[in-house]
């Protein structure tokens, strides 16, 4: 793992996405398509911005995952992360496959298409957030670094809910739902490559407990550090509170 501070959330956007545009080229390039992993979030707003406005992507060469959806949450809700991914990225691009969570399907049969669809070839590239909590995913602590499914329904604790609330999606902690559907931990570190788009004062004490500390499920993110081609993008503000050397960008 590396990680990487850049001086604002915008110089850091610029260079996670070029990182990100060279890995989707590349794969186009040596197999004639590439397949990533979307996250969502106010964190990832500046990242997707920079993403889709790279030059020489065959989007229609990109097949598309998403990392998780709450229970229940139909499409047309502003905080609904299909809605968020369609109007971010696969209709700005023309993404024409896109796998997204159906959170008001049966949870079962969701989970059995999304794992068979995955698990047909790796992931080349997952872009992945890290919750103020520290979370991977919706994958809150005390997170499962065990389970080999590729989604599971999870319980959302209070400061991933609150998390939400305070970005703006929903107007009251009761309105935020309490499950949903989200890829597991093993399943993001199955990605030859993972970049993490990480911004901002609000997540300096996830950043800090994450990769400061030790690696455990309390701090979820911290197992990105068992992988050898994670990239953890940072800006000087979510990197505030780290105790080591980590390599800067201007």
């Not at 850091?12 to 989707?24: F, Y």
């Not at 999870?154 to 809910?161: H, M, N, S, T």
């Amino acid at each position: 793992m590396e990680l990487i501070v850049c001086p604002d959330k915008y110089s850091l956007a610029r260079s996670a996405a070029e990182q990100s545009a060279g890995i989707i080229r590349q794969a186009i390039a040596e197999r004639g398509g590439a397949r990533i992993v979307a996250a969502t979030g106010a964190s990832q707003f500046e990242f997707l911005d920079e993403l889709t406005r790279a030059a020489s992507i065959a989007w229609n060469k990109v097949e598309m995952f998403h990392l998780d959806e709450y229970l229940g949450m139909p499409p047309t809700h502003p905080a609904s992360f299909r809605r968020y991914l369609r109007e971010r990225l696969i209709d700005r691009v023309g993404i024409t496959r896109a796998h997204l969570l159906d959170g008001q399907g049966e949870p079962g049969e969701v989970i059995a298409h999304m794992t068979k669809e995955i698990r047909k070839a790796l992931i080349d590239v997952a872009f992945v957030g890290i919750g103020e909590n520290g979370h991977l995913a919706f994958n809150d602590p005390p997170a499962d670094f065990a389970s080999d499914e590729a989604y599971k329904v999870v319980d959302l604790d209070e400061p991933c809910r609150r998390q939400q609330l305070g970005e703006g999606w929903f107007k009251s902690l009761e309105e935020v739902p309490q499950r949903a559907l989200s890829m597991t931990v093993r399943q993001v570190l199955r990605a030859k490559q993972i970049i993490a788009v990480v911004p901002d004062t609000r997540k300096a004490q996830a950043v800090a407990m994450c990769f400061s500390g030790e690696i455990t499920p309390m701090a979820p993110s911290s197992i990105l550090r068992t992988h050898a081609k994670a990239y953890v993008y940072l800006d000087r503000d979510s990197a505030a509170l780290l105790k080591q050397e980590v390599s800067t960008r201007a």
